[in-house]
């Protein structure tokens, strides 16, 4: 990770911002019906909100969002829909297959039913449909959803500082495990994800050990202070006075 992405990344270590962040597409999606503007103004908003979500959930890179098919990458098993791509269609040729949570398919079944229709001038599946049948162009795309996130958080994000917020993110909690956030982010090789991610949580290690270490303490000194009770006898002499009667 660069140290201009680092430094775009720090704001993420405040935990107001974490949560305007977080929350940027429901906040969009909350105040839809108070925004003015053309019915197509709207359905843009809605669109770029839902990519944005997407990218929290699904951290994957601008190319592959703008490509999504409604029919060919948002997969149903069950009564569970996945985000599914090819090996052959992803950068590194390892495959994506996210299951997004309810809270998503809610919010991509609002941008479909209501605000997807508008921007389509032809036949399309594109999830992001724009001129004519075609997808929207991953240059419009993620420079709508850069504009978007500065708009609303005052944050400076490209779409790609999204997989590094991802990753900082899950270790700002769980610090330490890498595998996951290289399986996630389909890295081949955990040197790859290590050597991003070292020293990007070393505050929230340095917290996570310093609480660890402190709940020990404590349950420490929470003992030193307990009564002492049920001594064996052989313990009951050693604390008795001398001189004392038993």
């Known amino acids: 990770m660069t140290a201009k992405n680092r430094e775009r990344l720090r704001p993420l270590d405040d935990p107001e911002k974490v949560q305007a962040f977080l929350g940027l597409a429901y906040r969009i999606y909350s105040e839809m019906d108070k925004k003015r503007g053309s019915a197509r103004h709207k359905a843009v908003l809605a669109q770029i909100a839902i990519a944005i979500l997407l990218l929290q959930t699904a951290p994957i890179r601008i190319k592959n969002l703008a490509q999504i098919d409604i029919r060919k990458h948002l997969i149903s ?24 949570p309810d809270n998503v398919v809610e919010m991509l079944a609002w941008y479909i039913r209501e605000h997807r229709p508008i921007l389509i001038k032809e036949p399309s599946n594109a999830l992001f449909p724009g001129q004519k049948h075609a997808a929207k162009t991953k240059g419009l795309l ?105």
């Open 77 to 100: 098993r069950g009564d569970r829909l996945y985000l599914v791509f090819d090996g052959s269609d992803v950068k590194n040729s390892e495959p994506i297959d996210f299951e997004l």
């Open 142 to 246: 993620g420079e709508q959803i850069s504009k978007t996130v500065f708009r609303y958080t005052g944050m400076k994000f490209n779409p790609h500082l999204f997989r590094h917020a991802g990753g900082k993110l899950f270790l700002d909690i769980r610090p330490g495990e890498y595998e996951v956030v290289r399986r996630v982010l389909g890295h081949r090789s955990l040197a790859t994800t290590t050597s991003i991610y070292t020293g990007a949580e070393t505050r929230s290690a340095g917290q996570h050990f310093v609480s660890t270490i402190t709940q020990r303490l404590d349950a420490k000194r929470l003992q030193a202070d307990r009564p002492k009770k049920n001594l064996s006898r052989q313990t009951s002499l050693l604390l008795k006075p001398k001189g004392g009667k038993s």
